[in-house]
């Protein structure tokens, strides 16, 4: 099971959107619509932000969005805030655990 | 309310054995799947392995097959990561995760982390 593949860094200013992609294989992101993504800030625990590609836990901001078209999923960060800026991390079922991405920094500038 | 409560910072030697433990409260252990989780400063997480409590049911990433334990005590809603012999390369953030449905895969609640330490 090889890491997921995220961009290393993404950033954008205040009030902008961003993506972060997540590309896989067929026996993960393709294969499955369990992709999930995670917000870490330095020092703290990650944060479940999107499940089965595009649901949200209650208590997440409605900014942050999920998609999938073939092996490569996406978050969408619209609206972009100073807190915002953390690290992202994508995870899909693999058939028998879940795989990571190797994440994702976010800088707002 | 859910809590995930990790035991504490581990120092150790490289050949020494570990067990680190994650309580848990706020629901029923035996119901949902828990999963351990590595991280290395500036890396991305990984998956080692989940266990069912009830059943103590157990699936290992093959990176981690043979290289750690993990095992749960319903009586004390604790599950455990154990090392009979760590390496230096051991060293890094362990979380224990809550997989709430086992229908899909993500995981919810996360304990605070250990932070183990193999040095000599």
């Known amino acids: 099971q090889s890491a997921l593949t995220q961009p290393r860094s993404v950033s954008g200013s205040p009030g902008q959107s961003v993506t972060i992609s997540c590309t896989g294989t067929?026996?993960?992101?393709?294969?499955?619509?369990?992709v999930s993504w995670y917000q870490q800030h330095p020092g703290k625990v990650p944060k479940l932000l999107i499940y089965?590609?595009?649901k949200r836990p209650s208590g997440v901001s409605d900014r942050f969005s999920g998609s999938k078209s073939g092996n490569t999923a996406s978050l969408t960060i619209s609206g972009l805030q100073a807190e915002d800026e953390a690290d992202y991390y994508c995870?899909?079922?693999?058939?028998?655990?879940?795989?990571f991405g190797g994440g994702t920094t976010l800088t707002v500038l | 309310e859910v809590q995930l409560v990790q035991s504490g910072a581990e120092v150790k030697k490289p050949g020494e054995s570990l067990k680190i433990s994650c309580k848990v409260s706020?629901?029923?252990?035996?119901?949902?799947?828990l999963g351990w989780v590595r991280q290395k400063p500036g890396k991305g997480p990984e998956w080692m392995g989940i266990?069912?409590?009830?059943?103590?049911?157990?699936r290992y990433s093959p990176s981690f097959q043979g290289q750690v334990t993990i095992s749960a005590d319903k009586s004390i809603s604790t599950a455990y990561l154990q090392w009979s012999s760590l390496k230096a390369s051991d060293t890094a953030m362990y979380y224990c995760?809550?997989?709430?449905?086992?229908?899909?895969?993500?995981?919810?609640?996360w304990g605070q982390g250990t932070l183990v330490t193999v040095s000599s």
């Open positions: 995760a809550r997989r709430p449905d086992s229908r899909t895969w993500y995981v919810d609640y």
């Open positions: 706020g629901y029923d252990f035996s119901s949902y799947w």
């Open positions: 266990i069912y409590p009830t059943d103590s049911d157990t």
């Open positions: 067929s026996s993960d992101v393709g294969g499955y619509n369990y």
């Open positions: 089965d590609v595009t």
């Open positions: 995870c899909s079922y693999a058939g028998n655990l879940g795989v």
